[in-house]
């Protein structure tokens, strides 16, 4: 298992062109409480920040939206970038998605 709770690597994606006008959608739930100061971090192959999207805390936590488009507009290298999740309870994060950007 990794830090995502599946086995192997994750979760992998790639995006095309055709997804540029879709949201990615994504919904983190922790089995003790709500979480505050949410974050999703882009990163490159070398840990580097490449973007970042911070969500409005709220009493029951709505999904996580972020439009391809954004996504696609921060990818200038070929290469795999990973999404990774953070908040109050988890600072050191959780990884979420491989993006393929080929």
């Known amino acids: 298992m990794n830090d995502s709770g599946l086995n192997g690597g994750g979760l992998f994606y790639t995006f095309h062109?055709?997804?540029?006008?879709?949201?990615l959608e994504i919904s983190f739930n922790?089995?003790?409480?709500?979480?505050?100061?949410?974050?999703?971090?882009?990163?490159?192959k070398l840990n580097n920040i490449?973007?970042?999207?911070?969500?409005v805390d709220k009493?029951?936590?709505?999904p996580m939206s972020i439009p391809?488009?954004?996504?696609?507009?921060?990818?200038?290298?070929?290469g795999e970038l990973s999404l990774v999740y953070f908040d109050d309870i988890?600072?050191?994060?959780?990884?979420?998605?491989?993006?393929n950007s080929k």
């Open 59 to 62: 009493q029951v936590l709505s």
């Open 17 to 23: 062109k055709a997804n540029f006008t879709d949201t």
């Open 30 to 44: 922790h089995c003790m409480s709500g979480a505050d100061r949410r974050i999703i971090k882009l990163f490159d």
């Open 90 to 99: 988890l600072p050191e994060g959780r990884f979420l998605l491989t993006i």
């Open 68 to 78: 391809i488009s954004q996504l696609l507009g921060h990818i200038k290298v070929k």
């Open 50 to 55: 490449i973007s970042q999207w911070s969500f």
